[in-house]
């Protein structure tokens, strides 16, 4: 995971310090997949934009639109000081659906293109659910009448920057996009994510929101809009 959080920032950093004010032409894209691991789904549908320099036209600065979902069966999510706090919300299953606004970069190498994109601020929405809440250690916190409780709970509805900020939903992707032909491509990568749940409660410490980083492998169909 800190592998793939470093790789994301030192691309999207290095190609905005070239990129400083130098004439460029747009092009524009989708991509329609979905990642995969151990039953747990991550489909989306991005909408993409790129700058290709002039005089660096393998460079490219992007922006674009993700809407994304996470799909799955038991889990544990624990509040951001899970390292002194030891309580934690379990659910039977998680259902979100979010909206983001993310930015890239990628490098054009004759038909692949490899790059990187965050998430930057984003909504999230889904299902409502109970989660139980546990605590493992002593003495007792502020949220001590909900130990071994069902909490209602809720998808964290306004996001930030979640590759450097912990609870926050969203998700962030390295790829590698292949075209066939001028008009389809097929885009392979790894996504990064996390998911954060909202309480209805203050529990121990105050917290409210809840979250887990996860990481699938992704694979989606890409058609250019223009270029």
Known sequence: M?????AV?????????????QPARVTAGVDFGTGYKD??????????QELSLNHFPWLRIGWGVRAWGYYAGRTDLAPKNTSLSGDTLKFGKITSNGLSFLAGASIKLWRFDIGANT??????????RRGLYTQTTLPDGEGAEFYNSYVPSAPSTLNALPLFLENQ?????????????????LKVGYVHGRITYASSEKLDNGQTRFSQSYGVPYAS???????
Do not use: C
Request: glycine share 6%.
């Open 9 to 21: 920032i030192f691309i999207v950093l290095f190609s905005v310090k070239i990129y400083a004010q």
């Open 221 to 227: 169909v890409s058609f250019p809009l223009y270029n």
């Open 169 to 185: 939903s969203g998700q962030s992707e390295l790829f590698l996009r292949y075209w066939f032909t001028p008009r389809v491509g």
């Open 2 to 6: 800190k592998s793939t959080r470093l």
């Open 119 to 128: 998430d930057l601020v984003g909504i999230a929405f889904g299902a409502r």
């Open 39 to 48: 039953k747990t789904w991550v489909p989306s549908a991005m909408y993409h």
